[in-house]
């Protein structure tokens, strides 16, 4: 068993007069939120009010970018460039980065969302315009990937520190992407298999892919999503698992 590990979660993806997820019920058992910019959900007022929620509770804050697909919520496709990549990406992350900053809370990481996030696992030029972005903003930040895939590899390549994420409420694929959305047993909605699952992960052991194949995958940080349905029970089930494990949930540079 590994001595620590971190448990993120992406947050603050309310809007306006329209909320989503349970922040509050998730906030007081993960080490990292991963709060929404406004490109798939967040608002400068959501933003603020995230921020000020995490820092009351010790969680880390990172910047949860997307594409440009509030309707869509961030989960489909877009044909953008790197050029694209890395002006939104600038854009988002500087944005959060200043309301951080005017709560006297440092910016700790960033980590892409939905679409962006497994377009970025596989699309080499894609992750290299993001990770740059992140290096030029701010070259202490850490760039949080799809564990194995093009995203650290590119943070490695510029210098950054990169945290290689795993899911404990997402399937896998034998090659070690994540199941789509939509198809049986993608997303997984046992609370005890989840906890089992991050249990595994903290201990550096496989788990199951889709067709039962073992994968062993790096597992820097832990995510669960916090815009499913009793998110806040979902986090707490986690963390008691990895509390009776003696596994030490903490930012991965706390």
Known sequence: MRAAIDLNCDLGESFGAWTMGEDEAVLPHVSSANV???????????MRRTVALAKAYGAAVGAHLSLPDLQGFGRREMRVSPDEAYDFTLYQVGALAAIARAQGVDLAHVKPHGALYN?????????????HAVHDLDPSLLLFG???????????????????????????????????????????DDPA????????????????????????LRADTVCVHGDRAGAGAFARALRGRLDALGVVVRAPRA
């Open 146 to 188: 799809l564990s194995g895939s093009a995203l650290p590899a590119a943070g490695d390549a510029v210098g950054l520190a990169v945290a290689h994420e795993v899911f404990a409420d997402r399937a896998y694929r034998t090659d070690g992407s994540l199941a789509p959305r939509g198809t049986a047993g993608a997303v997984i």
């Open 119 to 131: 377009m970025a696992a596989r699309d080499r030029a894609l992750a290299d315009a993001i990770a």
């Open 193 to 216: 298999l989840a906890a089992a699952r991050a249990a595994a992960f903290a201990a550096g052991e496989p788990v199951a892919a889709v067709d039962g194949t073992p994968l062993r």
């Open 36 to 46: 929404a910019c406004g490109f798939h959900a967040g608002d400068p007022t959501v």
